[in-house]
């Protein structure tokens, strides 16, 4: 998909720049980080229960989870990813637009045409995958104050509900992709681990 390899769903936008990041800046998006649970947590496996009380506490959760997916830098977020089993996720294909907040959403209609695009995860950090998705969808889900919406996306914005959709059913991008190319994220996985075990043996700040 044009220009959408640049921007990975659901994963730091700066890939390949966190040393660009300043100090303020990545100490913000680590602390972020932190909240996320990782590959490996079974809760990333679990499929998430319809909400059915839209009140306060939804929309604290649902703040929450906006301000985690800005400071992680990352375009997208799923409640599984937090360790909450609602189906509620939130994203924002830009910085500059506001969040978009989804309660139990569903694809209601997917586009025959697909296209391929490099997605990471901020479950998975350090991999960067090419998955293959329909282009275009129509979504419908409820607000947080219990309204109903109906969204019609293409490109980036349609990738990213996708990406977290298949977040709320425990399912991620390594089983959107081929077993070779499996083996060769899980080895990137692999070495980014590695890297930040170096790095914590040469500062020792606790983690």
């Not at 730091?12 to 590959?39: K, M």
């Not at 059913?169 to 899980?186: C, N």
Request: proline residues 4%.
């Amino acid at each position: 998909m044009s220009g959408e390899s640049e921007h990975p769903t659901d994963a730091d936008e700066h890939a390949g720049e966190t040393e660009e990041l300043d100090e303020e800046t990545r100490a913000r998006r680590d602390a972020a980080l932190r909240h996320v649970r990782r590959l490996g947590d079974p809760v990333l496996r679990a499929k998430a229960l319809p909400v059915e009380r839209f009140d306060a506490e939804l929309r604290e959760e649902a703040r929450r989870m906006g301000e985690l997916m800005h400071d992680a830098l990352g375009v997208g977020l799923a409640a599984t990813q937090v360790g909450i089993l609602h189906r509620l996720l939130v994203y924002a294909t830009s910085a500059e637009e506001p969040v978009t907040v989804l309660v139990n959403p569903e694809l209601g209609w997917v586009s025959e045409e697909r296209e391929a695009a490099e997605e990471g995860c901020l479950s998975i950090p350090g991999v960067h995958v090419e998955v293959e998705r329909p282009a275009r969808v129509r979504v419908t889900a409820r607000d947080v104050h219990g309204g109903e919406l109906e969204i019609e996306a293409e490109g980036l914005e349609a990738r990213v509900i996708q990406h977290e959709i298949d977040h709320l059913d425990g399912v991620l991008i390594l089983d959107r992709i081929s077993r070779e190319a499996r083996r060769d994220a899980m080895r990137a996985l692999r070495e980014a681990r590695e890297g930040r075990s170096d790095e914590r043996a040469l500062d020792p700040t606790p983690a």
